[in-house]
């Protein structure tokens, strides 16, 4: 059934860049990567595919744009804090991007974050590995070292540990069947923190 032009006509009026990202993202989150596609989204949006055409130019940039919404809600410590603590405070908030949106986030993961908004959320982790008195090289390491840890932990919480608990393990590995008691969701906690701690120490050798 099409829809009647009147109602066509207020869904373009009404479309948004920032509706479009959180109708996108939302879409992702409930149908997958593979569930999305422009013209699922423009019948989710009420409109022709042509009218989001007129605010992103396709389906990368509206990838772009949800990373960049997505680093948006990081926010940044008192400058007051100590490096340590303000890189801590960072570390939980891109995990819990990870929790809070595990389809998307293994796109989040491997995009570069080459925008204007991605540029200063680096930079801005630069200046705090600089405020403790890094060089610009030890700071540029470091930065990516925490980005390791950080997409391989984000990555772990979206799609890894609370899978691979269901598996079932035969008994020659009866070591890893062990193991695979201290996986819960209270473990992966201890664990997080257990692994940024050592991480944090050897920055600022502790």
């Known amino acids: 059934m099409s829809i009647p032009s009147d109602q066509l006509k207020k869904s373009k009026l009404n479309l948004s860049k920032e509706l479009i990202i959180e109708s996108s993202l939302s879409m ?4 997958g990567i593979d569930g999305f596609s422009l013209r ?11 009218s989001i055409y007129y605010h992103m ?15 948006s809600k990081i926010t940044f ?6 490096p340590k ?12 991007l990870a929790q809070q949106h595990p389809n998307f986030f293994p796109i989040l993961a491997v995009h570069p974050l080459n925008t204007k908004s991605g540029n200063h959320f680096m930079n801005q982790i630069l200046m705090i590995l600089e405020a403790a008195n890094l060089s610009q090289k030890q700071a540029s390491y470091f930065l990516r070292v925490i980005n390791y840890y950080l997409i391989g932990v984000g990555i772990d919480d979206a799609k890894g540990y609370h899978l691979a608990v269901k598996q ?9 069947a062990k193991a695979k008691s201290y ?7 201890q664990i997080f923190e257990l692994g ?10 502790e």
């Open 183 to 189: 996986w819960t969701i209270e473990d992966q906690n």
């Open 57 to 71: 130019k396709n389906k990368d940039q509206i990838f772009d744009q949800i990373v960049d919404h997505l680093i």
């Open 196 to 205: 940024l701690n050592i991480l944090l120490n050897s920055i600022f050798n």
């Open 85 to 96: 603590e303000q890189l801590i405070s960072i570390a939980r908030q891109w995990r819990r």
């Open 28 to 31: 992702i989150e409930d149908n």
């Open 40 to 50: 699922k989204l423009a019948h989710k949006l009420n409109c022709e595919a042509m």
């Open 168 to 176: 079932n393990i035969s008994d020659e590995d009866a070591l890893l």
């Open 77 to 82: 410590e008192n400058q007051k804090n100590n």
